[in-house]
């Protein structure tokens, strides 16, 4: 089974993201994400793919987060939350990179104009152009879905 944590699933990137996921037909896919608000929880509840499980995360806290990585068997996270607050996206980057190789992160920003991945926290980033396009081809890859999500 393959396990996603998609912070800032409520922005705007977020809910793009959660749309294509639950057009995918994927049984061995659980996606975890994270809400701050009652009614954010209840949208991702009531998705009609029934795919995701809302959680409430502290995502300044590297430990929780680095806990909630380990408990829930995490192969990939999105960061999506906003590009200027470090606050939030580092530690979700230390606690990833904390939880050993083989793990995966991908982060996207609706203030950047280009979208920067790396497929292994061991790898450099990617310089990537289209970013809603790259970032399905991606998922994709990891899923290893065969066809594209259109």
């Known amino acids: 089974m393959i396990h996603l944590l998609v912070t800032g ?13 639950g057009g995918l037909v994927i049984p061995e896919l659980q996606v975890f994400v994270t809400v701050r608000q009652d009614q954010h929880e209840v949208a991702v ?10 959680v409430r ?3 300044s806290d590297k430990e929780a987060i680095k806990s909630f990585i380990s408990e829930n068997e ?7 939350t906003s590009a200027f607050n470090a606050d939030i996206a580092l530690p ?3 606690a990833l990179a904390s939880c050993g190789a083989g793990k995966s992160y991908i982060s996207m920003s609706s203030r950047s104009r280009h979208l920067y991945y790396c ?3 061991n790898q450099k980033p990617q310089q ?9 081809l991606s998922l994709r ?4 879905v065969k066809n594209p999500v259109r």
């Open 57 to 59: 995360l502290d995502l």
């Open 9 to 21: 699933g409520s922005g705007y990137i977020g809910g793009e993201i959660l749309a294509q996921l």
């Open 119 to 121: 497929h292994s926290l």
């Open 74 to 80: 995490i192969d990939v996270v999105f960061e999506l």
């Open 45 to 54: 509840k009531e998705f009609p793919s029934g795919l995701f499980t809302p």
């Open 92 to 94: 979700s980057i230390e």
């Open 128 to 136: 990537r152009t289209d970013q809603r396009s790259q970032t399905l």
């Open 141 to 144: 890859r990891l899923l290893h």
